[in-house]
């Protein structure tokens, strides 16, 4: 054991909320020391989530256009996709952003130390490295940016068979049969990747509907496409036994009343959610303190309940989103290097990245009735959309959710090719306190899908210019 060295600021984890708090500390000009068992920064995000599967998915949304190309006359005679070459795709990608995001460390002077960290008392941690070496690093303030793991069922076996959104990011082969435990985020994201590669995927979801925090009409056009690409999609259905057997897995799923059946799957996906990973770093040695949840105890300046340490991130608290982690990033930096300032933001978007995209931000329709919020929804459906109708896909819907008295925008919500990248309107709008009316005047360019959120907004005043309602 080397002797303790010093740094001014620590940071613990090199995913989205941890690197960008210590590129932004450098640029503030403070010491930084960075430490993850990565070889470069990047965290789950980069090395095993958001990043690899978008490159899947890119992948699979070219397998799909292509099948799509016939309704519109261009026809591909042999379509083959190569799942090892695709897998290198993918490994390409997450080589070339984390080599990318260690190069940025270095230029920023940031010390990268590559191991794990663990609390010795509250100014100070051991470095573990995989070779067994450590050391002892003494800090002025840490930053715990350690985010989170998946969660699992506890009658899971032991078994290669059954994947979690890590090891499901290997395609090098595809199982014929998969079934996908959970239908949020990770669920359907891979239900969209094995199924195009030709794998019969069922989804077994417990509660009623599919994404539960989004709204029921836009969760409903994702689910009727689903279904045209899945072997099954079943909501309210539980997982209660999983078997291994001589030609796979067994399962027991139950449905909401009750009725019990049994399925066979060469494999199984589980994506039943993530939980705070605060495992190993000894915060008992610390005066951090957890929610009841697991979660740590953060103010809105991202302070623990110890002077010295910080929060950020998945392991913080809902969402678990890398945008939410990168923005709280932020704001620690900022209130470590004196600067006045708080995690107080206007909306966090959710996007998932299945085929159609679904996007929304700010309050949902649901969300609205049950806080009885005199609002207005605002819908303006894809088939009244020139861009949408060009690019053959009308099965889109954007809403609006806004206060009934003054118009302004509460929420928005996108099912729709490229949804992802429009909801950052809604954002906008949101963060500068815009109403139907400002979204209304804006130009938007022709033909867009953006002008769909143009026309929804038009819905306020009673009529949109390519929607017929007739005057009450
Ligand atoms: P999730 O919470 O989105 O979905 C888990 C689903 O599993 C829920 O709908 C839940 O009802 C269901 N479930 C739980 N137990 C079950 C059981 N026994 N049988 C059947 N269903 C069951 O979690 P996730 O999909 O695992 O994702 C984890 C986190 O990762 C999320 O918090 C998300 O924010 C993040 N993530 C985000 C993205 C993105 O932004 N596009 C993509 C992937 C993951």
């Known amino acids: 054991m080397n002797p303790p060295d010093h740094t001014p600021l620590l940071v613990i984890g090199a995913g989205p909320g941890g690197y960008t708090a210590a590129f932004m500390a450098a640029d503030l000009k403070i010491d930084v020391t960075l430490v993850d068992i990565k070889p470069n920064p990047g965290g789950i ?42 897998n290198r795709f993918k490994d390409d990608v ?57 969660v699992h069922l506890p009658f899971e076996p032991p078994s290669d068979l059954i994947l979690d959104s890590t090891t499901a990011l290997n395609i090098q082969e595809i199982p014929k049969t ?46 009727k496409r689903l279904e045209l690409n899945l072997a099954g999609l079943h909501t309210a259905t539980s997982v209660r036994e999983i078997k291994g057997t001589a030609k796979g897995l067994s399962v ?26 605060t495992q190993g770093l000894n915060l008992e040695k610390t005066s951090v303190e957890l929610t009841p949840n697991g979660f740590i105890k953060v103010n809105d300046q991202r302070r623990t309940s110890d002077p010295k340490i910080y929060a950020i991130g998945d392991v913080a608290g809902q969402p678990m989103l890398a945008h939410k982690a990168a923005h709280e990033a932020r704001v620690a930096a900022r209130v470590i ?30 969300e609205a009735k049950e806080k009885s919020r005199d609002i207005k929804t605002l819908k303006f459906p894809w088939m009244a959309s020139g861009r949408a109708v060009t690019l053959n896909r009308t099965e889109g ?76």
């Open 252 to 277: 027991k799923l139950e449905d909401k009343d009750g009725n019990i059946r049994n399925e066979g799957y060469e494999k199984i996906l589980m994506a039943v959610g993530r939980k705070p990973l």
């Open 94 to 150: 997450v080589k070339k952003l984390t080599s990318g995001l260690g190069q940025l460390a270095k230029m920023r002077q940031i010390r990268y130390i590559r191991g794990r960290a663990e609390f010795l008392n509250s100014s100070s941690v051991k470095i573990s490295s995989e070779d067994g070496s450590g050391q002892e690093l003494s800090f002025d303030q840490a930053i715990i940016a350690t985010g989170s793991q998946s």
């Open 397 to 472: 819907l954007t809403k609006l959710i806004v206060d009934a008295q003054d118009g302004k925008l509460l929420g928005m919500g996108i099912i729709g090719e490229s949804a992802g990248e429009m909801i950052a309107e809604g954002l906008l709008a949101m963060q500068l306190g815009a109403t139907a009316r400002d979204i209304m005047h804006t130009i938007h360019p022709h033909p867009t899908l953006s002008e769909t959120i143009m026309e929804a907004a038009e819905i306020y005043l009673g009529q949109s210019t390519h929607i017929f309602r007739r005057q009450k």
């Open 45 to 86: 995000c980069l090395f095993e989530g958001c990043i690899p599967t978008k490159a899947l998915l890119h992948a699979v949304k070219i397998i799909a256009d292509t099948k799509a190309a016939q309704d519109i006359g261009i026809e591909f005679k042999e379509l083959y996709a190569d799942p090892p070459k695709i």
């Open 178 to 223: 998969l079934l996908i435990v959970g239908g949020g985020y990770i669920g359907l994201e891979f239900a969209t990747i094995y199924s195009e590669l030709g794998c019969h995927v069922t989804v077994a979801e417990m509660l009623p509907q599919l994404l539960p925090q989004a709204d029921h009409d836009l969760v409903a056009i994702l689910q």
């Open 337 to 366: 290097a004196g600067q006045d300032t708080a995690f107080h933001p206007s909306a966090i978007p959710s996007v998932i990245y299945t085929n159609p995209e679904m996007a929304w931000c700010g309050l949902t329709e649901t």
